[in-house]
Structure formats: structure tokens, C-alpha cells
């Protein structure tokens, strides 16, 4: 699931080496963080969240493929 996101990720930046992706488990459930250049959050996003939504879609399908339940979280730079 990290690698779909990081892969996804790398693909929409200009910037791909500042794209991080973090895991954390709490429970049954993974969260996962994703970290990208200032200059791409509003790619990342995209318009209304619309392209973070999509890839926060895919992420839960992923998750539920393997029986598990993900969130995906956009972290802004500071």
C-alpha cells in the first residue's frame, strides 16, 4: 500500500526525491502520511481534493483486497 502511494506520488511531482511516504499501524488500521515539496502540494491535491481523494479511493481498495483498512493523510510542508 506505501508503494502504491509513493509510486502515485512520484509520478504527479516535479520534485519526486522530496515525496515521503510514513506508516504508522494504530489498531487494525494503517495511516499513512505523505509528504511532498511545497511547490507540488497543489498537484498532489489537486482541484477540491479531487486527486488526493482518488488516491485516497485506491488506498482503500488496496487495504480492502488484503483485509485491512488504510487512510491516507497529505501533510503540508512547513
Given at each position: 500500500m506505501k508503494e502504491l502511494i509513493d509510486y502515485i506520488a512520484r509520478s504527479l511531482v516535479d520534485d519526486?526525491?522530496?515525496?515521503?511516504?510514513?506508516k504508522d499501524r494504530a489498531?487494525?488500521?494503517?495511516?499513512?502520511?505523505?509528504?511532498?515539496a511545497k511547490e507540488d502540494m497543489g498537484r498532489?491535491?489537486?482541484k477540491s481534493g479531487?486527486?488526493?481523494?482518488?488516491?485516497?479511493?485506491l488506498l482503500r481498495v488496496a487495504?480492502?483486497?488484503?483485509?485491512?483498512?488504510?487512510s491516507l493523510d497529505v501533510i503540508e510542508p512547513r
Amino acid at each position: 500500500m506505501k508503494e502504491l502511494i509513493d509510486y502515485i506520488a512520484r509520478s504527479l511531482v516535479d520534485d519526486p526525491e522530496q515525496v515521503k511516504v510514513s506508516k504508522d499501524r494504530a489498531g487494525g488500521k494503517t495511516r499513512l502520511e505523505l509528504h511532498v515539496a511545497k511547490e507540488d502540494m497543489g498537484r498532489v491535491i489537486g482541484k477540491s481534493g479531487r486527486v488526493a481523494n482518488a488516491m485516497r479511493i485506491l488506498l482503500r481498495v488496496a487495504a480492502a483486497r488484503e483485509g485491512k483498512q488504510a487512510s491516507l493523510d497529505v501533510i503540508e510542508p512547513r
